[in-house]
């Protein structure tokens, strides 16, 4: 598929770009380069290729889940205005 210069305006002016006269020529052939490869994608046969994530077969480490903080509830609270039950307690937002 090869784009003329109205196709490079037209698709210029959807994408809300300001290509001057003298980009013109330029991005056409860009583009045209850009379709001429994605052509030779699609004739890369591909059955039997089952669909991947990521290219390379990536295995996520996992940590132990434990807890690595102390337990600083009663020093966090003590500074707060008021609680209650371990909860920090708040104005009404919502009427």
Same mark, same amino acid.
């Given at each position: 598929?090869?784009?003329?210069?109205? %196709?490079?305006? /037209?698709?210029? /002016?959807?994408?809300?770009?300001?290509?001057?006269?003298?980009?013109?020529?330029?991005? /056409? %052939? &860009?583009?045209?380069?850009? $379709?001429?490869?994605?052509? &030779? $994608? &699609?004739?890369?046969?591909?059955?039997?290729?089952?669909?991947?994530?990521?290219?390379?077969?990536?295995?996520? #480490?996992? #940590?132990? %889940? /434990?807890?690595?903080?102390?337990? #600083?509830?009663?020093?966090? &609270?003590?500074?707060?205005?008021?609680?209650?039950?371990? $909860?920090?307690?708040?104005?009404?937002?919502?009427?």
């Amino acid at each position: 598929m090869s784009l003329t210069l109205n %196709d490079v305006h /037209r698709i210029a /002016r959807l994408a809300r770009l300001d290509v001057s006269a003298a980009e013109v020529e330029k991005t /056409r %052939d &860009q583009l045209n380069g850009i $379709l001429s490869f994605i052509e &030779q $994608l &699609q004739a890369v046969d591909t059955a039997g290729v089952a669909p991947m994530a990521h290219a390379v077969d990536v295995v996520q #480490r996992l #940590r132990e %889940d /434990r807890v690595t903080e102390s337990d #600083r509830r009663e020093a966090f &609270q003590a500074v707060a205005p008021e609680t209650e039950a371990g $909860l920090y307690l708040v104005p009404q937002v919502i009427e």
